[in-house]
């Protein structure tokens, strides 16, 4: 394609087209290890809660 304007259109629809297959196919190692880590707390039984650590002078 020597247009640039439908060369950057065809570049934009790529995720799109893309986002289907993710649905089917099976997580990444990446994936896999982020949710992983992300349900570890869980399994250990550590509660978080979402709180503003930051706050000036309030009870926890």
Do not use: E
């Not at 247009?3 to 649905?23: C, E, G, H, K, Y």
């Amino acid at each position: 394609m020597r247009n640039p304007f439908l060369r950057a259109l065809s570049r934009a629809w790529i995720p799109v087209l893309l986002w289907p297959l993710t649905l089917v196919l099976p997580p990444t190692r990446t994936a896999q290890r982020k949710r992983r880590r992300t349900l570890w707390p869980a399994t250990a039984g550590v509660y978080i809660a979402h709180r503003n650590i930051h706050a000036v002078g309030s009870a926890r």
